[in-house]
């Protein structure tokens, strides 16, 4: 497969009175830049450098969900980091899942986090939390 074709996601669980998945997939050009930033420089390609820059990515992503959903104790796998062409990262059908696409002017990414409560009454807390910051 062509470097240029491959298209990085970033994968880590979650686990707790809640478990679910964090995914951040992005394309070939955003991984690439994100790597730069992180590294100053620029990688050719898709290298172990860009595949640790997005696990990193995504632990920061995921670290930031974690802390603002406390009430539900959860605690973060390892980031895992999946290539390759046209692949899709599916949830549960069971799991609630927010999708936040995004685009800049490097292109195009999308977040998704995917969780299932394990304590129904958690959901009901949960909602008045979120209408609560609201």
Not at 25 to 30: G, I
Not at 39 to 50: C, F, R, W, Y
Not at 99 to 109: A, F, N, V
């Amino acid at each position: 497969m062509k470097a240029e074709y491959i298209n990085p996601s970033g994968v880590i669980g979650l686990s707790g009175r809640a478990s679910g998945t964090v995914v951040l997939s992005l394309q070939r050009a955003v991984a690439i830049m994100a790597t730069e930033v992180l590294l100053g420089q620029k990688p050719a390609a898709i290298n172990e450098d860009v595949i640790d820059a997005v696990g990193e990515i995504t632990n920061m992503i995921a670290g930031r969900a974690k802390a603002g959903l406390e009430h539900l104790a959860m605690t973060l796998a390892l980031p895992t980091v999946i290539t390759g062409k046209n692949h899709i990262v599916s949830f549960g059908s069971a799991t609630q899942t927010i999708r936040i696409p995004y685009s800049c002017e490097w292109g195009d990414m999308v977040l998704e986090v995917g969780l299932i409560e394990h304590d129904k009454s958690l959901s009901t807390k949960s909602a008045e939390l979120a209408h609560a910051g609201a």
